[in-house]
């Protein structure tokens, strides 16, 4: 019997089934190794695309001008655009400084514009002629009293667990060249400074807060302007 020959065409044919057949196969992936991901990842950073900077809104600044103040006992730096209104018939004031949006008081901006700064003036009779850090201590001590008698809490008061008052919280200092003396009370998220000098019969009492940054935004601006009213102080006899 004669071998059977395939023909051309069954032999191309046959050629041509083998080369589709292997290009069908899946060809089996390469291995990765954990340095290969990582220097995919490297490239994947440095070709991304630069993303956008966030920038910083800087605070708001409290610019104020300042105008002079004066009345039969007394005179002082007022804030330009602000007031000074009287609170009773012994000479005492609310000294506020210009209206400026809640924000820049760390307040919702539906309350509406709201005073800048705000220093009390008050007046008390001082029958006992005591010192200024005599009263300033005394007033320390009765409010602590106060606050023992109610079994209250006593976190904002300048004193220690013994109920002694804090050093740290007090100072002596001056008001218009005359001895003031200053206790540093705590008002949940502010401090509340009240300066204390005697006039005449009465004791006057320089009250104003002091605000953190985080809380208020124009908090280092409020408390220089209260503190250049406090050093623009002047008494009648004085000028």
């Known amino acids: 019997m004669k071998p059977v020959v395939p ?48 920038t910083e809104t800087p605070p708001p600044r409290l610019g104020l001008g300042w105008e002079p103040y004066q009345d039969a006992r007394l005179s002082f730096d007022r804030p330009v655009g602000g007031k000074v209104e009287p609170l009773d018939d012994a000479g005492s004031l609310r000294v506020l400084g210009p209206l400026v949006p809640p924000g820049y008081l760390g307040y919702a901006e539906s309350e509406g514009e709201i005073p800048s700064l705000e220093v009390l003036i008050t007046r008390h009779p001082n029958p006992e002629g005591l010192s200024p850090e005599a009263w300033g201590r005394k007033q320390v001590l009765d409010a602590l009293a106060t606050v023992e008698a109610e079994d209250g809490p006593r976190g904002g008061l300048p004193v220690d667990e013994g109920g002694a008052i804090r050093e740290d919280k007090v100072a002596t200092t001056t008001i218009g060249g005359r001895p003031a003396f200053r206790v540093v009370f705590f008002h949940f998220d502010s401090e509340g400074h009240e300066t204390y000098v005697a006039d005449g019969a009465d004791m006057v009492t320089f009250s104003h807060a002091v605000n953190i940054p985080g809380n208020v935004p124009i908090a280092d601006d409020q408390t220089a302007a209260c503190t250049h009213i406090l050093d623009s102080v002047r008494w009648a006899e004085a000028r």
């Open 7 to 54: 023909s051309l065409w069954t032999a191309l044919l046959l050629a041509g089934g083998s080369l589709l057949w292997a290009g069908c196969r899946t060809a089996e992936p390469p291995t990765r190794t954990p340095r290969d991901l990582q220097a995919t990842l490297q490239v994947l950073r440095t070709n991304a695309p630069p993303q956008p900077t966030e």
